[in-house]
């Protein structure tokens, strides 16, 4: 199963100019930017080529992923 991709910018517009500046500024807030976007790219590759769809890997890696968004946005949102 194919799900939408997802972009931090797409997902939280009202946060896209303040997103920018931490990437400029914040080291942290570009690492973790730069894992979840790795880590989508990868759960995308491994959906569209449909290998192990239902594996357990995939949810670790799904789960990881919801973890750093959630991360992400508390570092937007906690000024």
């Known amino acids: ?5 997802q972009d931090l910018k797409a997902e939280f517009p009202e946060l896209a100019e303040h997103m ?3 990437l400029a500024e914040q080291g942290h ?9 790795e880590l989508t790219a990868q ?4 959906e569209r ?5 239902g594996s357990q890997s995939l ?6 992923r919801l ?6 946005y508390r570092m937007l949102t906690s000024d």
């Open 1 to 5: 199963m194919i799900t939408e991709h």
């Open 20 to 22: 920018d500046q931490l």
């Open 43 to 46: 759960i995308e590759h491994i």
């Open 29 to 37: 807030f570009a690492r973790r930017y730069e894992e979840f976007n």
């Open 67 to 72: 973890l750093l968004k959630d991360e992400i």
């Open 49 to 53: 080529n449909d290998a192990a769809t």
């Open 59 to 64: 949810e670790e890696m799904k789960k990881k």
